[in-house]
């Protein structure tokens, strides 16, 4: 891409993959000047939507959905670029803690696109912020029986744990461990695949409780992605899991760079700084985690909220 703007310097295209490879290799910074670059060129949904992922991890909620009802509001109804950006934006909503504009842009999404996999996922997520797993167990179905997705597959997986289908729960995580396991050996032999699943496995075989291979596939993804914010987030969880705190601080400094808001990112740093004996640090943390309910991982939320309640 770098290569290709040199002669082309008004291509938006092209400052979308430098963006896109940026902030998979970490560098943030090169990112927005890109971000820059291109939404000046072409203001459409590629650019709106790039920005409002820069405005996310950069802590800035109401800008990013901003940009994203933009970029929604650029495409055509119906088209999968236009219904994968209210997705995203629906996404927003949740861990702002507004459930009721992100149901009703899942629902959008579902009228504009028929059995669209990923808005069953986002009703199936909605679904779980009441309990009802049955409803989310058969939300996440659907969307599992369209999509080859691992994240959805993963979260059907724990969803049939809840619902206390211990062996479905068993059977489906294994399954899509061997799977994961049989693309990372592609994409190891294979650039082109383009891909690699090491950091899906590692928080897979922490659902299995087999730390070990966790930390093992976080790490090869590490190796890759040093300055990557969801990499090094990854990685503080695993040793957070094995108990080993100290390890985990210097990742978890890396993945706070952009002073991003996630409330799981935020979660994760508070019980980290918690089980490191920063008790204010811990407090104030999970305070701005938990602040407007956002709809996150059930465990995760109710294990942040009694070490708040214990601080």
């Known amino acids: 891409a770098t290569k290709a703007q040199k002669s082309n310097t008004y291509n938006a295209y092209i400052y979308g993959i430098l963006i896109d490879g940026n902030v998979e290799m970490g560098d943030y910074a090169a990112a927005v000047d890109n971000a820059d670059k291109m939404i000046s060129i072409r203001p459409d949904l590629s650019s709106y939507s790039r920005i409002s992922y820069l405005r996310e991890i950069h802590g800035d909620y109401p800008g990013a959905i ?167 987030e990854t990685v503080a969880w695993v040793y957070y899991k094995m108990k080993d705190y100290d390890k985990a601080m210097p990742y978890l400094q890396t993945a706070l760079k952009t002073n991003s808001k996630n409330p799981i990112l935020l979660c994760n740093a508070g019980l980290i700084y918690a089980a490191s004996g920063k008790k204010e640090l811990a407090k104030s943390t999970l305070t701005e985690a938990l602040k407007n309910d956002p709809n996150i991982d059930i465990e995760l939320k109710a294990e942040s909220s009694n070490v708040l309640k214990s601080l």
Do not use: C
Not at 169 to 194: F, H, P, R
């Open 66 to 232: 901003s940009a994203m009802k933009l970029a929604v509001e650029a495409g055509g109804p119906g088209d999968e670029s236009t219904e994968w950006s209210r997705i995203q934006l629906a996404r927003l909503y949740e861990n702002t803690g507004d459930l009721k504009s992100a149901e009703m842009h899942y629902m959008i999404a579902l009228e504009e696109r028929p059995d669209f996999g990923y808005a069953n996922a986002g009703l199936g997520h909605i679904a779980l912020a009441t309990k009802d797993y049955p409803k989310a167990i058969a939300y996440y179905e659907k969307a599992a029986s369209s999509l080859n997705d691992y994240a959805i597959q993963e979260q059907l997986s724990q969803i049939y744990r809840l619902n206390g289908n211990t062996k479905k729960a068993d059977d489906l995580l294994q399954k899509l461990i061997d799977e994961m396991n049989n693309d990372e050996k592609k994409g190891a032999s294979d650039e082109s695949i383009g891909h690699y699943a090491d950091r899906e496995l590692a928080y897979a075989y922490l659902l299995k409780k087999d730390n070990e291979s966790a930390l093992k596939h976080a790490l090869l993804e590490y190796n890759r992605r040093p300055m990557n914010i969801d990499v090094n």
